[in-house]
């Protein structure tokens, strides 16, 4: 059974930093590539960075280029988001989401494992 379980959100003031940790297990983690999603109340579910497992390619989206960073470390099967420059539009609940897929994908049809979410909440 696949298990996804993110860690570490909570409520940090604009311009703090925080970072998620998502800690896989039931799946070969050095062959997934992936990704972590946001999704604030009341919109769709949205990609935030992304990691591939065969090179290591990484890729966000552009609301966050230069203030999060996304690695991973496969002798302990986890992905990290490192977020910094925190803004309050990065308020939402963030999903980590796992992909057999070769490279990073920014549609949430192509993750075929998905964990709880974990809250991020930025005060202005």
């Known amino acids: 059974q696949v298990q996804l379980v993110e860690s570490g959100g909570g409520l940090v003031q604009a311009g703090g930093s925080l970072r998620l940790s998502c800690l896989a297990s039931g799946l070969t983690f050095s062959r997934h590539t992936m990704g972590w999603f946001r999704q604030a109340p009341g919109k769709e579910r949205e990609f935030v960075a992304g990691i591939s497992w065969s090179d290591g390619h990484t890729y966000y989206r552009d609301s966050v280029k230069g203030r999060f960073t996304i690695s991973r470390d496969n002798a302990k099967n986890t992905v990290n988001l490192q977020m910094n420059s925190l803004k309050p539009e990065d308020t939402a609940v963030y999903y980590c989401?796992?992909?057999?897929?070769?490279?990073?994908?920014?549609?949430?049809?192509?993750?075929?494992?998905w964990g709880q979410g974990t809250q991020v909440t930025v005060s202005s």
């Open positions: 989401a796992a992909s057999d897929g070769l490279i990073v994908r920014v549609t949430t049809i192509a993750y075929g494992y």
